[in-house]
């Protein structure tokens, strides 16, 4: 079935930590998976994304991992700041019947303190 | 993202009416989504659509139509029947194949009056 979990739902940092956010996806074939920062009011938008012929990405302080035989994939956030504050979705392809679509995740709200 | 625009920013709903969000993309993208988000939540597919004149019920149709005459453009009409309209809708292009990324636009919030 088509499944995303997400966790945590909500994350405290103080500014300057790291942040981990992890997500699970259910369907074997997903390949591709994308991570969306959500600011108040905002649109969600795209910050970084991997395929599965990778294991890790970087772009400045934020990285993903993925490791597809345990199915998982994770947001990293180095060296915090109050701008990282915002909701984070996860999302993984599903396939059905000819037709793809995002599965999102729940969504992790990060709070980076100053 | 520039290449899709969403309209109005706001829209007010009576009881009993019909009302219709506009999307379009210049993206040339195939493939069209709408998504509902409640206050806190997280985002909730309507419909989608892979191609011109085919579109797919998403999660929480209900309440919902959409139509998909021109590659460009995807309205959603949030029908009487949906009874609890009130929420920020988002939609969202994405272009052929299982590995692109989604763009969204910024959204309509809608209200009851």
């Known amino acids: 079935g088509e499944n995303v979990e997400q966790h945590p739902s909500t994350l405290s940092v103080q500014e300057g930590d790291s942040a981990v956010i992890k997500c699970t996806y259910s369907?074997?074939?997903?390949?591709?998976f994308p991570w969306y920062k959500q600011e108040l009011g905002k649109r969600p938008q795209l910050i970084i994304d991997?395929?599965?012929?990778?294991g890790e990405k970087k772009d400045q302080r934020i990285a993903v991992t993925l490791n597809k035989t345990a199915k998982h994939f994770s947001l990293h956030i180095t060296e915090t700041q109050p701008e990282d504050s915002a909701v984070y979705f996860c999302a993984a392809p599903y396939l059905s019947g000819g037709y793809n679509k995002l599965i999102f995740g729940a969504g992790t709200r990060l709070a980076v303190h100053p | 993202d520039g290449g899709i625009t969403q309209s109005p920013k706001y829209l007010f709903r009576k009881e009993g009416q019909n009302v219709t969000l506009s999307c379009e993309q210049n993206?040339?993208?195939?493939?069209m989504y709408w998504y509902r988000q409640d206050p806190g939540q997280g985002l909730r597919l309507i419909y989608y659509s892979q191609i011109v004149n085919d579109f797919q019920k998403g999660d929480i149709a209900e309440g919902y139509s959409v139509s998909r005459e021109k590659k460009e453009s995807f309205p959603l009409t949030v029908t009487s029947a949906q009874k609890n309209p009130t929420a920020f809708y988002l939609c969202?292009?994405?272009?052929?194949?299982?590995?692109?990324?989604?763009?969204f636009g910024d959204g309509t919030r809608l209200s009851i009056l």
């Open positions: 993206l040339n993208h195939d493939a």
């Open positions: 991997i395929r599965s012929n990778v």
């Open positions: 369907d074997s074939a997903s390949n591709y």
């Open positions: 969202a292009s994405r272009d052929r194949g299982y590995n692109q990324p989604q763009h």
